[in-house]
């Protein structure tokens, strides 16, 4: 509930301080007093743009503080987003004259967002236009499943439905995985291709590498052939010339033999390398094969990957796909099994769920009828309206609130039908029933009983102060049968100075409520109706 709320030089006021009780507090003052600023106030905490009108100052500070519960969901959430959680938690917004505005939890910064996801379901502002939660379609099976207490059942359902739909989304996986029939002829060719290619990881590099070797011994042969052609065509004649002049030198004849010996080795020696350098020592057969493998695989790799070991993975994945196919239809006929298993269950769940939230809506609707006619508007009909869905993770069911506020009109949508003062009573119907399961701690009425008088006005009045009994409530009224309901009451004054203009707020005693009430409900504050009002207090 808000404890505590802070206010500095936001609009007309310079500087409030307030301290609220629990219960059902009425909120009173002259028209344009300034009411409507407490609530523009909360309306910032929870996550409300801000504008510099707002302004009065450099800057606009308001602080409101908030009491927790334990296990309450507010707790869940800021322990979630890393907040020390003890029993009360602070939201501040300051607001520059320029417009621009910051938030903070427990002096923390935060985005605006993040204010209204925290007080969502902590503060609910209520007015004659209201678009809350309970206006909200998309609302109302969550809302009767809150009446009904389904959460066990609805946990069941989605856990069903998530079971459904993985099993449909594992036959999908299979089916995009599986090769159609017009495929099997086009992989099978390609497949058999990759196949005869005989691919070994790492063989290009083995590849390569002899080839390199192959073109090295191709050039060092080249330089041995081009020596024996000199030789052959520049020296082993001259070279013979030599020896056969040698034969006729006079005085040499006991070193001719090792000269005819040195002279044949040389000879004998250069033949030897050149038959080893003969074209076939180097196989162009074993070279014309590494050529080939090597433009194979090169010709494979811009078919089928950028490496060969993307090509290899390829020829893999294409060999198990071919021998799945063999098993596709016995493997998809388990899959549908499967989905029909997993259907059936959602399908159960959700029908006796189905059939429960049924139950649940009428015995809602009686209850919001009595409500109703509690307000003063007997001729009022409620009824929760079932469209069946295909289904999803709340079941089959679609739901919606439908009314009808005058006798003889058609049911038709709540937004689309009631409005004013009667959907303000509507509402407040509805809030009784909803606020305690929802877990709201603390709800605004904005003038919700603007045009409506005597015994309806009190019957308001009653229902606030019964609603007030599981949460904080303030109601900004007019009212005295409404405010005399109350357990507190707070007065909105503004005071005009020669160059300033003030609203301020303060919490009434006994005495000063009965004055007050006084003024609210004939104008004066006479003696006669001071004692009235005092007797309406005291039958309170």
């Known amino acids: 509930m808000l404890e505590h709320l802070y206010i500095q030089n936001f609009i007309l006021i310079d500087q409030l301080e307030l301290d609220f009780p629990v219960g059902f507090s009425a909120i009173t003052g002259e028209t344009g007093a300034g009411k409507s600023i407490f609530l523009d106030a909360l309306s910032l905490l929870q996550g409300q743009k801000a504008s510099s009108s707002m302004v009065s100052k450099d800057k606009a500070i308001i602080e409101g503080s908030f009491s927790l519960e334990g296990n309450s969901p507010v707790s869940s959430f800021l322990k979630e987003n890393g907040f020390d959680v003890e029993d009360s938690f602070t939201v501040t917004r300051e607001i520059l004259s320029s417009g621009k505005s910051t938030a903070r939890v427990n002096r923390r910064i935060v985005p605006l ?37 389904f959460y066990h059942q609805k946990e069941e359902i989605k856990e069903a439905y998530e079971n459904y739909k993985k099993v449909l989304e594992e036959k999908e996986n299979f089916l995009n995985t599986q090769l159609k029939e017009e495929e099997l002829d086009f992989y099978q060719f390609q497949l058999h291709e990759l196949e005869e290619a005989h691919l070994k990881k790492g063989e290009e590099e083995e590849l390569k590498d002899l080839e390199k070797q192959v073109k090295e011994a191709k050039k060092s042969a080249q330089d041995y052939l081009s020596l024996f052609a000199y030789y052959d065509a ?20 006991e070193n001719l033999t090792k000269i005819h010996e040195a002279y044949e080795n040389l000879v004998d020696g250069l033949e030897s390398i050149r038959d080893q350098l003969n074209p076939d020592f180097l196989n162009e057969d074993e070279i014309n094969q590494v050529e080939e493998r090597l433009f194979l695989i090169q010709r ?17 994945d294409l060999s198990k796909k071919l021998v799945h196919y063999g098993e596709q239809e016995f493997y998809l006929k388990k899959i549908n099994e499967k989905i029909t298993i997993f259907f059936e269950i959602y399908s159960k769940k959700a029908q006796e769920l189905s059939k429960k939230r049924q139950l649940a809506a009428k015995s809602l609707e009686k209850e919001v009828l009595q409500q109703l006619k509690d307000l003063e508007l007997p001729a009022a009909q409620f009824k929760v309206l079932f469209r ?91 009212l005295a049968q409404v405010a005399s309901l109350a357990n507190h009451q707070f007065l909105v004054s503004k005071s005009v100075d020669h160059t300033h203009t003030q609203t301020k707020v303060h919490l009434l005693s006994q005495e000063e409520r009965a004055s007050e009430l006084a003024y609210l409900f004939s104008g004066n504050r006479s003696e006669k109706a001071i004692e009235a009002a005092k007797e309406l207090l005291e039958h309170v």
Request: glycine fraction near 8%.
């Open 113 to 149: 967002s993040f204010l209204h996801t925290l007080l969502e379901n902590q503060l609910d502002i209520h007015g004659q236009k209201d678009s809350a939660y309970l206006l909200q379609k998309m609302n109302h099976i969550y809302l009767l499943d809150k009446y009904g207490h």
């Open 234 to 253: 520049e020296v082993s004649d001259s070279l013979y010339q030599t020896i056969k002049m040698t034969d006729r030198l006079k005085g040499v004849e």
């Open 300 to 316: 494979l790799k811009r078919k089928y990957g950028p490496r060969l070991e993307d090509v290899i993975h390829y020829q893999q």
């Open 388 to 478: 069946s869905i295909e289904g999803n993770l709340s079941g089959i069911d679609d739901v919606e609130f439908f009314v009808s506020m005058n006798k003889g009109e058609k049911l038709a949508p709540l937004t689309k039908v009631a409005s004013g003062g009667e959907l303000s009573r509507f509402m407040l119907a509805l809030k009784v029933i909803f606020t305690k399961l929802q877990g709201i701690q603390t709800i605004v009425f904005d003038e919700i009983d603007t045009g409506i008088s005597g015994h309806v006005a009190t019957a308001i009045g009653e229902k606030m102060a019964l609603l007030a009994k599981d949460c904080q409530v303030f109601s900004v009224t007019h």
